[in-house]
């Protein structure tokens, strides 16, 4: 522990993570009851979120949080630790839980969705998962929680059961498990044999062991290894996990996997290597480059996809190489950027998912060719996709121009004017885009024949708001990203207890 | 160079010769068997005994001294003193777990039996404890002869259970097992009677009191010239690797298991294919270690080939059980890998991974054993979206199936986590193999499930399943918690093993 | 905040109760919202408001000077003249959009850093993209997109240059620009952008002839006055602004000629005029820039005008078409009426507003020796004049008649419309109106002999050539070739690219798995089993087969050999048998005989042989 | 006083008699009855013995002899009663199953 | 000289009974020879000063064995065989001869033979001899005496199962 801080004992951490699984348990034990089934998924989301909350003047104080489990392995403990990062995005999930908790019981609804206590109970565990990688203490801990989060979502991904779910979620598991188990696992058992700890810590746990080419491996094996950042080559599960009913499609990309990827990356760069290392062995350079290749590729062809859910995927795919850019910068700005960006795009990317499984709920709408004038039948839907693809843009003063602004002054920090261009430049993809879906819906005449986009499509004139439990949700959202924008300070602040 | 290192010794902390009490009540109980004849009272019977046996085999953890390498609850008498074989038994972290480990599956394997045995229940109850006697006695012998042995008898038994209660190629099947594993053992005793021969010199030319002895214990101290380890850890190691199987020496492996009845597969899984890697941590590395150092090369690329090569196997298999069989293939070769990684955590995951190899399979061809006495077939592809038919047994299967594949949290993780960590130690050349392996396993374990649970119920001769009744579901909730338990909570089945892994590490490494 | 009312934040925040509003009540807001900053404006006095920390910035929203003070009274004043040409509408969405795209400029005018100046620009160009979505027709749609794209790629120049500011300088303080280098480019490429500079102008030309009739007045107003603005503030004396200034206003009427659309043509005046402003801009002094503002000043309330007299005539005849217009003035009299005062005011007619400034930035160019600049202005301004106050109006309103029945425009237009031109005479006669307010103080005098009569000089003749060349200045139904061509082909090859290189490499990638693993593993699946199957089990099945072979032969050894010796010797032994088999009578008679005759033989033997053997024999004492 | 060698002489012929009896006659009865001969033949001698030697184990023998000879008279007499019953005969040549 | 008498008397007669008993064709005159000799026996016991031996001989082989083998006689009603002889008649009284004349040698000529004729003491012994007999048989031999009753009890057992047989057609 190379922490010179304060360390409080605390079981709160560990009851964050438990929260979830306990409301899991209920939720299975109430299968016949939706409305109660359900009250236990927002209660226990609101639990959490206190739970997680009350952590926070601590965390700000400069103080961390520490709860050893019981040592799972002789030189490994399953423990878990309240650090800035943490808490960040441990406030950001659960936060978004309970947003996602409301959501979920609008669209299962009305879309009647079959096994959905199954649903709910993955829904509550892979919470549980994602807020036990936030809060590990060592890469062991992180593991496990990583692994079962793959596993738990996988009938998510899989929930409607046909053969295009089921091919997508098996795209989605190869690309998980077959990343983490073997470049993963490989890396963290490297990393302890030259190490020997697995503990993070703030300038790295190397301590100045390994020799430069093996610690360079070891930190390809981590990229890699966590599939869920989704860096290119090892992206297209997200694409293919798009079979996913949109609250499933909200939780991976917006609250729980994708972010528990960068996340972990995050620390992988932070805690593991720190800083310091990473300069010495030149890898913020290579990890930038590997980014701004993502950023843009991905950028270039969500241009070219109909599906409002795939461009979305695409689009996440990109974001999130934010996040490992902002980190692989490994300047002041760059970091803070790159952390910042965690909740500035969860809060914003499940804004747009929730407007695409409204759409989807209120019209069985996917393409967004078909989507035009859905804006006139759905203004508040519509309304908070503008928003939300504002944010994605970066323009002031949603919430992700505040990370663009950051990561923009890494960039020039890190006398890196490339990258400073691939920013720019992916802002223009952005724009190109997002907002033609936000001009067919507004302003484009409604398709004429409903036959023609399929038999289930419902006709224009059928079509309006789906139900409250759908867009309060992600009104809510679409304002939360106006107001993180406006006023990011707590999670500025976390952020730079992060980087201190 | 070798005495000073190491010594062992053996001690007897309780009275009553429980070890010997747990080797020999299955056969008593066999005895009884004899006399009986109506069904009911047969199966009450060994289930009594097993479960008996099981008690008095918690004894053991319960008394066991833990973090020493002595020999516990050791016994010996003399039994044919002029040729120096004694009735010696004891048992050490190695070897404990293992005897729990048969006692466990034993009381599983007799209730999973309760039904579906048609014909010669009572044949088949002696033959299922005299394998428990055998297979207990293997862990137990401490004198190479009586280690031997068991090792021979056990082939009976085991023969009777797949030639008469097994498939329709058992003849075939059975026939294999048995000369596979005899040419096997064959070769492992001309390499004990060398060991055997060459204490006599020792004890001849330090003027010892016993001029001959099979003892392990006394054969610990007798040195051994590097060339004659050699032959000898050659000899041996047909012995063992014919019996975990490794990998040119598997076939046999999947033919027993696709014949065998579900109890014979059962044990033949989890416990019998420990009897090989038991060996080599036993007898190889302590007796032999230059040797053991020489082979290093050979026996991991031997271990990484069979995880790959099992793995891929498995891949190819539309018989479930064959699948499984060929995991298994896999997960001896991890076993070995940790095993040959010559170095704590390898020695430990290896151990631990045989006990964890032992439930997760054991409980897979349990699973495996329940469709094939609700469908009777093992074919795949005549499977799929059972889940929604046997909710209850999906739900065990996948417990099991994730075990197997070494999800973090259930028990497999723990073994594999350990030999990897020992596995990259050693030289990471095998790891990657190891790595691959992993993967892959996950691969055909997570197809398996998707393909015989998931989907939609498509062949109609699935619709009438019944669901696991209580007596399944109690065999299948005792293994779902051992596998959390370890995978949870290993410490308490660590404890007991690293005395022992301390042992073999000091004196491998010197 | 809590002295001084952003005007901008009033607008937008105002703005966002418009749809709550209905019938007159909504009217009256309408123009009361704009009117009520404007009277704002006019109380406020200069200073700093709205200091704000934001991301470790010191924000600076209410910036007052005169400067700002004076861009801020025309927008309020524009926004509240367009919002009474508008009120017709009844899309929301309009008025909105409208209402937070002046609010955002006017966010830009006061903005005192970088930072809330970016945002504010950002907001104006996403705000004024739906003023040209609101439009029905299809071209609007691509226009549209064209038009936020490039503005977008403005803002992130843009931004890219703030950051580069903020980083390299410490501090993002928008005043005059010291930066150098990439910064400078950047933060001008920005700027320039939305001032239609070429080649970075053609979005105007595109976008804005494909807006709603009331959204071009606002378009036109706004984003170009609102760069002239940043432009004045950061560059002033920046040179290469003069030329690039200059070859606006040329390019401009250049373009003009070859259009055909009624606004498209405006629209490149559009481009000319504030050419006129960027050349003020450029040459930076004082008179300069005070040539500039007021330029901007009057451009924007004749410009609007003319717009508005456009789209008054394409709201009463759904055409815009030069070649599809004639003859309106016998039907639309004060539409034509107040158009010519527009167009007057544009070509600097003195007497009209755009005599007053225009003259100003020709003389400011004169005073600092740029005669080049000073003729190319003013040839500039004959072809202004040429266009805008003869083409124009000659082609819509006389010309052929196009036999158009068209009413004139409802009251509201009609009054914004007068409004406006009622400032442009106002200003055009009363100078000093305009003066008084403009950031330095003006010691000029449009109003001398040799002005007004080299101005009516050049218009006049330009009058002559027209009337003399009318034939050759037919317009055509043609559509010209201008810089958006570049971004039009280069988008659609970029999504060519992005439809086939990239997809297919995207394809691949997500492919990769199955095509680099999964496949292989499969072969390699394939091939262990074949493996297994074949060579191991094979060799086994060898042995095995071997063993029976031998088995095989060992059983002929067997049979033939040694069975055959065994059967030898039970055939010799069945032959016995057959002999001795007399033996068994199987009567008890003949075994006890027997046996008695061998105990009888023991019996003899022993007593015969008894003192030979003592030791095997019985020894009775 | 007679010798014992007399006696020995009776019993010998007397035993020899029996003998020949046994494997002469073909009727299992009197083969038995022959048996009896050769028992008595032994008696004798025992009897005599005692006598001479003064000691009263050679008649206690030869009481073991006769009650052995009933119990061998009742054995030999149900056989034959039973060979009778299954052959109708007690003609030893008779039965041959011994023949191979 | 009586007792020369008497024990010519009684051997040649039990001789001649044997010689009887094993010729006469009819099973009935074989029988009563066999009474004779029985008798002749018992009269040379008496000659030994075996009164108690000689008293067994007479009631439990004349009185009891024989009426036993006279009532199977009866019961099987057998009829006299024309060669009641066997076709080894001849082979075997030559044997008979020849084991005869060989024994009587080796009587003869036994050392032993002359010791016993010597050692013979008339001296009547204290006890009488059938109250010896009951003594010894009491307690030396008390283990034989038992297992001879046995050897009879299964004796008897024996004859019943055998005899009590039922027909198995």
Known sequence: MRYHLETLISIKPFLAVLVSTIGAGLILASDRKPNLREGWSVGAGVIKLLIVLSMAPAVLAGQTIEYTLFTFLPGFDIKFRVDPLGLLFATVASSLWIVTSFYSIGYMRSTHEHKQTRYFTCFAVSLSSAIGVAFSANLLTLFIFYEILSFVTYPLVAHKETEEAFAGAKKYLIYLMGTSKTLLLAAIILTYNIAGTLEFSHDGLFGGKGNPALLTVVYFLFIFGFAKAAIMPVHSWLPAAMVAPTPVSALLHAVAVVKVGVFSVLRVIFHVFGPSLMRELNLGVATALLASFTILMASIYALTRDNLKARLAYSTVSQLSYVVLGASLLTPSGMLGGILHIANHAVSKITLFFCAGSIYVASHKINISEMSGIGRKMPWTMAAFAVGALSMIGVPPVAGFVTKWYLALGSIEAKAIPILFVLLSSTLLNAAYFIPIVYKAFFEAPLPHPQSVGAQAAHPEEIHEASLFVVAPLVLTAVGSLLIGLFPDYFLALAKAVIR | MLGSLGEISAIQQIGPPVLSWVIFLPLVGAAILLFLKDEKQIRAVALQTVLITFLLSLLLPLFFNRGISEMQFAERYDWIPPLGISYHVGVDGISLLLVLLTTFLSVLVVLFSWKGIETHLKQYMICLLGLETTLVGVFAALDLFLFFLFWEVMLIPMYFLIKTWGGENRDYASLKFVLYTLLGSVLMLVGFVILYLNYHDFATAQSLPVRYSFDFLDLLNAPLSVEKQVWVFLLIFFGFAFKVPMFPFHTWLPDAHVEAPTAGSVLLAGVLLKMGTYGFVRFSLPLLPEASHIFVPLMLLLGAVGIVYGALLALAQDDIKKLIAYSSISHLGFVILGIFALNRAGLRGGMIQMINHGISTSGLFLVVGFLYERRHTRSISEYGGLSKQVPILAAFYLIISLSSMAFPGTNGFVGEFLILLGAFKSDWRFAVPAMVGVLLGAAYLLWLYQRTMMGNLENPKNRSLPDLDRREIGVCAALAVMILWIGVYPSPFLKIIDGSVEFIASRVEN | MINWLHPGLLLIFGALLVPFLKGRVKQGYLVLLPSAAFVNLVLTAPGRYGVVHFLGQELVFGRVDRLSLIFGYVFTLMAAIGMVYALHVKEDRQHLAALVYVGASLGVVFAGDYFSLFIFWEMMAFSSVFLIWSQKWKEAAGAGFRYILVHTFGGVALLGGIVLIAVTQGSITFGPNHASGLAFWLILIGFILNAAVPPLHAWLADAYPEATVTGAVFLCAFTTKTAVYVLVRAFSGTEILIYLGVAMALYGVIYAVLENDIRRLLAYHIISQVGYMVAGVGIGTEMAQNGSVAHAFSHILYKALLFMGAGAVIYATGRRKLTELGGLYKTMPITLTLYMIGGFSISAFPLFSGFVSKSMVVAAGAEQHLPGVVLLLTLASSGTFLHTGLKLPYYIFFGKDAGIQAKEPPLNMLIGMGLAAFLCIAIGLFPDLLYRYLPYPVHFHPYTGDHVVGALSILLFTALGFFLLLKQLDPEPTISLDTDWFYRIGGRKFLWLADHPIAAYEGFVSEMYRTMVIRPMKRVVLLCRRFDVEVIDGAVNAVGRGVFGGGWLSNVFENYIIYGFINLLGYANHVGARIFRRLQTGSVHNYAMIIIIGFFILVNIYILFKDRFPSFMLVVK | ?100 | MTQFFFFFYFGGGAIVSSVLTVGLRNPIYCTLALLSAFIHVAGLFILLHAEFIAAIQVIIYAGAVLVLYLFVLMLLNLKSNETFFHQQFWIALFLGVVILGELLLALFKSPLLGKLETAVSEAPSAIGNTEKIGLFLFNEYLLPFEVVGIILLGGIIGALVLAKQTPAR
Do not use: C
């Not at chain 4, 034959?80 to 299954?86: A, C, D, E, G, S």
């Open chain 4, 1 to 100: 006083m007679v010798p014992l060698s007399y006696y020995i002489v009776v019993s010998t012929t007397m035993f020899v008699v029996g003998l020949v009896g046994v494997l002469v006659r073909r009727n299992f009865l009197i083969i038995l009855y022959a048996i009896e001969l050769m028992l008595n033949a032994a008696n004798i001698n025992l009897v005599a013995f005692s006598h001479y030697f003064q000691s009263v184990t050679g008649q206690i023998i030869s009481l073991f002899i006769i009650t052995i000879a009933a119990g061998e008279a009742a054995v030999g007499l149900a056989i034959i009663i039973v060979l009778f019953r299954n052959k109708a005969t007690t003609n030893v040549d008779e039965i041959n199953l011994l023949k191979w």
